[in-house]
């Protein structure tokens, strides 16, 4: 294979690839510029209400209709990114919900999940009453 060759088939392939969530201070200014409010998820992939979340809570038609309102990212606490905003963020349980303000602060902390969409149906409204943005 020529260089050239071997070049493009390189950058390609890096262009497919899913970079996964954005840097912690990066979905801050997302959220910021979008004017919604920050809702992180901070989970691992071994941790069963983690995978009660993501199987249960996370597809509720309601759940997906709320979190349009929000800038919302997941983060997998063992890799990558994730590891570095649990770091930042001090996270040790799983999952871990946070509600940030658009100067990077916790204002709002949930540790664990329900196996129903309610309680985090509520968490979402605390976290938009709370940041001072209404909901879209």
């Not at 970079?19 to 200014?29: E, F, K, M, R």
């Not at 983060?75 to 990114?81: C, H, L, P, W």
């Not at 658009?102 to 196996?115: H, M, W």
């Amino acid at each position: 294979m020529k260089p050239f060759a071997v070049l493009a088939f390189l950058l390609a392939a890096c262009a497919t690839v899913d970079p996964g969530p954005p840097w912690l201070v990066d979905a801050i200014d997302d959220s910021r510029q979008a004017h919604k409010p920050l809702v992180v998820e901070i989970y691992t992939t071994w941790c069963g209400p983690c995978k009660t979340f993501e199987a249960k809570v996370l597809p509720d038609p309601r759940v997906q209709e709320a979190l349009s309102n929000v800038v919302f990212v997941r983060y997998d606490a063992e890799r990558g990114r994730g590891r570095d905003a649990a770091q930042r963020c001090s996270v040790r349980a799983y999952p871990t919900f946070l509600g940030i303000d658009k100067a990077g602060r916790i204002r709002l902390l949930k540790k664990g999940t329900e196996a129903t969409a309610d309680e985090f149906l509520r968490f979402l409204e605390e976290t938009r009453r709370v940041l001072g943005r209404p909901p879209a």
